[in-house]
């Protein structure tokens, strides 16, 4: 099996966020980025379908120098070698969408594993289109998988109120989400064999982007809170208050 994994080079959850000069992207200054964390289950996921079945898996990051940092957790996790598509950082999804299929077109990929959505830009985009531009289907968010030797594929997804199971057949584009599995923790040993890794660099073509960051904005500061006083006392001033000020009750 020729199994590739897309990864994102992502700002830590805890990061306290900035907007940069530009006013219309993140401040990077003291930035600490991590492995997107709906890619690790896409690695796990291609790990595992690795161990059934046999075959490579290649982690693939569209991104300049800074993601192979990110690619190597990938690597120290047990995927066998890396791929960087060398590409200016500010592409949108399509973009990104784009160098991956132009990539891996001619690679003959027989699944394509992605995280269920970036956690910085949460655009859930580039499973979706990266299907589309091979001819490949693509299901996101599954929470269940089942491979047959013959390459037919059984999938399940969590849907309001329930679970929806589908079927396909390889190649395809698969997106993961929370559930899928618990993805293993780098070994020692793998984050030492990780180093000695290949990763692979190749430049995607030209792009320009479809959609422009116009303007980012923080959310607006909060009040500050209000002690209306203390115990059973303060009760019915509470009670007032969220009734005719805050108006949730
Ligand atoms: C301050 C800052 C600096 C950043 N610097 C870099 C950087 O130097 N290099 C970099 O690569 N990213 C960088 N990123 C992350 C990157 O900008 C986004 O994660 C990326 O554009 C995807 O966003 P999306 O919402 O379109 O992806 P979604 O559509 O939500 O992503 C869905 C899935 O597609 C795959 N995917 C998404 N992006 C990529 C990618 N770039 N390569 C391979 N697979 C991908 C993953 O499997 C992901 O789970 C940075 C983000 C911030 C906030």
């Given at each position: ?49 690795k ?9 693939v ?35 990104i ?10 690679r ?67 997106s ?71 108006k949730?009750?």
């Open positions: 099996m020729n199994i590739f994994v897309c990864i994102s080079h992502v700002p830590d959850s805890t990061t306290k966020v900035r907007v940069g000069p530009s006013g219309k992207e993140i401040d990077e200054e003291g930035v600490t980025f991590i492995l997107n964390p709906y890619d690790e289950y896409a690695v796990e996921a291609a790990l595992q379908m161990e059934k079945q046999g075959g490579e898996v290649t982690a990051c569209v991104g300049n120098d800074a993601v192979k940092e990110t690619i190597r957790k990938a690597l120290a996790m047990g995927v066998d070698k890396g791929l960087l598509i060398k590409a200016e950082r500010s592409r949108d999804s399509f973009g969408a784009h160098a991956i299929a132009d990539t891996l077109r001619d003959s990929p027989d699944v394509i594993f992605c995280g269920k959505q970036s956690i910085d830009y949460d655009s859930s985009q580039v499973a979706g289109m990266l299907g589309e531009l091979l001819g490949f289907p693509s299901v996101s968010a599954i929470v269940g998988l089942e491979v047959d030797g013959d390459g037919n594929i059984t999938l399940e997804r969590d849907i309001e109120g329930g679970q929806e199971i589908s079927k396909t057949k390889l190649p395809a584009v698969l993961t989400d929370k559930g899928l599995n618990e993805p293993r923790y780098p070994k020692l040993q793998g984050i030492m064999a990780a180093k000695r890794k290949p990763i692979e660099e190749t430049e995607a073509a030209p792009y320009e982007n479809r959609v422009q960051v116009m303007e980012m904005r923080l959310p607006p500061a909060k009040d500050a809170g209000k002690i209306v006083g203390e115990g059973v006392d303060a009760v019915p001033e509470l009670v007032k208050l969220l009734h005719e000020e805050a949730v009750i």
